[in-house]
């Protein structure tokens, strides 16, 4: 298991676990952020990052990566 931030650009990867408190975990799920989907990172701008989750594109925080688990 590695944080989002370490995987490869165009790779896909499975979310494996959510880290964090129980409140940033709620608003990261909500983002579409869950345990067992898909997530595939496009590009990084600065650290952060954009990527394919559920059939949409998000841009998250690097603080946010560093939280979800591949």
């Given at each position: 298991?590695?944080?989002?931030?370490?995987?490869?650009?165009?790779?896909?990867?499975?979310?494996?676990?959510?880290?964090?408190?129980?409140?940033?975990?709620?608003?990261?799920?909500?983002?579409?952020?869950?345990?067992?989907?898909?997530?595939?990172?496009?590009?990084?701008?600065?650290?952060?990052?954009?990527v394919n989750v559920k059939e949409s594109r998000v841009?998250?925080?690097?603080?946010?990566a560093n939280k979800i688990m591949v």
């Amino acid at each position: 298991m590695m944080p989002l931030t370490l995987a490869k650009i165009g790779e896909d990867n499975i979310i494996k676990k959510i880290g964090g408190k129980a409140e940033y975990k709620k608003f990261i799920e909500s983002l579409g952020f869950v345990v067992g989907v898909n997530v595939k990172i496009i590009s990084t701008i600065k650290g952060n990052l954009i990527v394919n989750v559920k059939e949409s594109r998000v841009a998250i925080s690097k603080e946010i990566a560093n939280k979800i688990m591949v």
